[in-house]
């Protein structure tokens, strides 16, 4: 069965670009999450989906990030203008949540490093 | 400059040996519980979950064990192998939502 797919998996880029990161979720779940992940402050949710609406973007670091969910199999997390303290590993997640929670699947994640 | 990365605790076992991972959880909201294996340039994987309604699940070669009074989650690893080593996180999650928060994880060495 094909798990959650992620790309790029690496993307090295300059300071001032827009990075765009993508996720498939595995058919079926209705839940997506966006997670980053770096030696400094360990695993941190940014967003997270619930039938392809957002419902929590607290963890969204600022303006310059943006993620959308156009629909049930495809979404993307955005930034722009990169910043190298925007360099991570960046995984999408996701679940089936019956509404109490439920296992997340991750991707293997984008490796960002913003020069 | 030389940035400053998180000081992961380590656990360090001789293969065979049983291994005990812990993790303080911080809001007493949470309901929902899951231990995830981090394996260097991969994403978390699932090992065990358990609800708050339990304080006690095991797997196979796993054993999870909650104490709500305190706050704390454990993950027992029986017989532990060579390929066991990677990074645990505890996550938690409740108050009917499915967002998990990740603690800060710990290394677990198996030396053969």
């Known amino acids: 069965d094909a798990g959650v797919i992620q790309s790029p998996r690496h993307e090295v880029t300059e300071m001032g670009q827009e990075v765009t990161l993508r996720c498939k979720p595995i058919?079926?779940?209705?839940?997506l999450f966006w997670y980053r992940q770096t030696m400094m402050r360990g695993l941190e949710l940014l967003i997270y989906f619930n039938n392809n609406v957002p419902i929590d973007d607290s963890g969204m670091p600022e303006d310059r990030f943006s993620a959308k969910m156009p629909n049930a199999s495809f979404s993307t997390l955005k930034i722009q203008p990169s910043e190298p303290r925007d360099s991570a590993v960046y995984f999408c997640a996701s679940s089936f949540d019956s509404g109490d929670g439920g296992e997340l699947f991750f991707g293997e994640g984008s490796r960002l490093t913003v020069l | 400059g030389e940035s400053v990365g998180l000081h992961l605790p380590t656990l360090s076992v001789q293969e065979g040996d049983n291994s005990i991972i812990n993790c303080a959880y911080s809001n007493s909201a949470s309901d929902y519980f899951i231990w995830y294996k981090q394996e260097s340039g991969k994403g978390p994987q699932f090992i065990i979950d358990?609800?708050?309604?339990?304080d006690k699940r095991q797997g196979q070669r796993v054993t999870v064990l909650l104490n709500k009074t305190v706050k704390h989650l454990s993950l027992q690893i029986a017989a532990t192998q060579p390929g066991d080593s990677a990074v645990y996180f505890c996550a938690e999650a409740g108050g009917n939502t499915g967002k998990l928060i990740f603690g800060q994880g710990t290394t677990l060495q198996v030396k053969p």
């Open positions: 058919s079926g779940h209705n839940s």
């Open positions: 358990i609800r708050s309604n339990m």
